[in-house]
Every structure is written in C-alpha cells, then in structure tokens.
C-alpha cells in the first residue's frame, strides 16, 4: 500500500511574498521530512531570491550576504537574530549542494533535519521581516488614512 507524502511542517504565511521564492520555501517544507539537503538546497535558493529582491544584486550568495550584513540604511538592515543566522543558509545550501568532508573523520557532511528546519525557520523570519510586516504596517496606514479622510482631516505620511 502507498501512502501519499505530507510534510508535518506547516507553511508560513506567504500571501504577501513573490510567487517564486513562496514555491520554493512550500517545496522546501514539504521535503524536508523526506531529504534535509534538498529542503537546505532551496531554503538557500529562496535566501538569494530574497536578497536580490530586496536590491542586493550582486553575483554570488556570499557577496550578497555580505552586503546585506553590512547595510548602513537602518530601514534596509536586518534584525540582530537575523544578522546573526542568515549565513547558517548558506552553509547548509553548501553541505547540500556539494559534498564536503569532515576534515577528522572524512565522512561527508550532510545536512541534518534539524539544521534544515532552522533554514526555514530563518527564512521564515526573513518573509516576516521584508514581507509581511511592511504589508501589516500598509493595511493599517491605509485603514488610518481612510478615517482621516473621512473625518476631513489630512492622511498621514
């Protein structure tokens, strides 16, 4: 008998996130129970997706992250917990995407649930970050902005 694969991850919201970078984190929940490096593989795909998106243009992840963590423009700056684990992404995407030995032991380095759970988990935050709390902040701009106008009083900036 075969039953059909579920992931117990449930997803994040990703109503207020591009299609594209919302289709690879729902892949990436939905394999993580079945392949930890395929789930960090995309995880690590959605970061650059993100950060290209979000104006970090530059040709490589590493360079990316780099200027992301340097970022002086404090409305562009991460959070600390972010600014913190955002480079985990890469790293596991790296054990994933390329087989990597133990220098002690030289068995290969694989990425394990857990570690690809706290991947998304970071990613998560980052679609809080960029995405969903800019679009909470809009709606309720919006919603004071329409009792102001109805009250006949000028909209707030």
Not at 109 to 121: K, N, Q, R
Request: glycine share 2%; net charge negative.
């Amino acid at each position: 008998m075969i039953w059909p694969e579920f992931s117990a991850r449930s997803a994040f919201d990703v109503s207020n996130v591009p299609i594209e970078i919302a289709e690879d984190y729902k892949e990436a929940c939905a394999v993580v129970n079945i392949s930890a490096k395929a789930a960090a593989a995309l995880v690590r795909r959605c970061l650059q997706a993100i950060l290209r998106e979000q104006g970090y243009q530059q040709r490589d992840l590493v360079e990316q992250i780099k200027a992301v963590l340097a970022e002086q423009d404090l409305r562009k700056a991460l959070p600390h917990t972010l600014h913190e684990t955002v480079d985990a992404i890469r790293n596991f995407g790296n054990f994933s995407a390329h087989p990597m030995n133990d220098k002690t032991t030289l068995q290969i380095i694989d990425v394990e649930p857990e570690e690809a759970e706290w991947c998304i988990e970071i990613v998560e935050e980052l679609f809080e970050h960029y995405y969903n709390r800019p679009a909470a902040a809009a709606a309720k701009k919006a919603a004071l902005n329409a009792k102001l106008l109805a009250a006949g009083k000028p909209t707030a900036l």
